[in-house]
């Protein structure tokens, strides 16, 4: 029975918000009804402080392990590569050190579609400025106009957000045509 009493007073406590003292009434002097307010108030702040204290710290953890899933997943690329390097070193035969290489290149785009990344189209694509970065334009009779020709540096994307653009050169069009351009704008 006492037990039962006992949790009584607690969950009225917990629901007043007080420890064990009873919310101040009209009788108390109002010097005991302050100094019941500003124990309150002070509790209050004191809690405040730390959870803003603990909010800190989750987002300072956050900032410094964000990448974790991101890192382990690329820890096994960086182990096969070292284990490229040594068989290389090693004297082993060219044509499986390029196949280990190019299966470490899959393993490590397949941890990278993971979280996201994919690579920007180019080849054969027509010229996007969003995604291309134009650093020669020639002329071509295999590729269409404003069509990018080659490939110097890849680009990718982070969901909808360019990470880095592709480095490309664009194609003039016909080398006859691109003469005769040049012999209008003259």
Same mark, same amino acid.
Not at 27 to 37: G, I, T, V
Not at 158 to 177: Q, W
């Given at each position: 029975?006492?037990? #039962? ?9 917990? %629901? ?5 003292? *009873?919310?101040?009434?009209? %009788?108390?002097?109002?010097? #005991? #009804?302050?100094? *019941? ?16 204290? =603990? ?52 393993? =490590? ?41 080659? #490939? ?5 994307? =982070? ?22 351009? %040049?012999?209008?704008?003259?």
């Amino acid at each position: 029975m006492a037990e #039962e009493e006992k949790d009584t007073n607690t969950i009225e406590s917990l %629901e007043t918000g007080s420890s064990g003292e *009873s919310p101040p009434s009209s %009788e108390a002097s109002p010097a #005991e #009804e302050l100094k *019941s307010l500003n124990d309150k108030y002070l509790r209050l702040a004191a809690e405040f402080d730390n959870y803003k204290r =603990l909010a800190q710290r989750d987002q300072r953890d956050q900032i410094r392990f964000g990448n974790e899933q991101l890192l382990k997943e690329l820890l096994p690329v960086v182990d096969n590569l070292e284990r490229a390097i040594k068989a290389a070193k090693d004297g082993g035969s060219g044509s499986s050190l390029v196949q280990g290489v190019d299966l470490t290149l899959k393993q =490590l785009n397949g941890a990278l579609g993971k979280f996201g990344v994919q690579s920007i189209p180019t080849l054969g694509q027509p010229f996007d400025p969003s995604g291309h970065q134009a650093v020669a334009s020639v002329p071509s009779a295999q590729v269409p106009e404003r069509h990018v020709v080659d #490939e110097f540096q890849r680009g990718y994307r =982070l969901h909808d957000r360019i990470l880095r653009p592709a480095m490309v050169t664009v194609s003039k069009g016909t080398a006859s045509s691109a003469s005769n351009d %040049e012999d209008n704008a003259s």
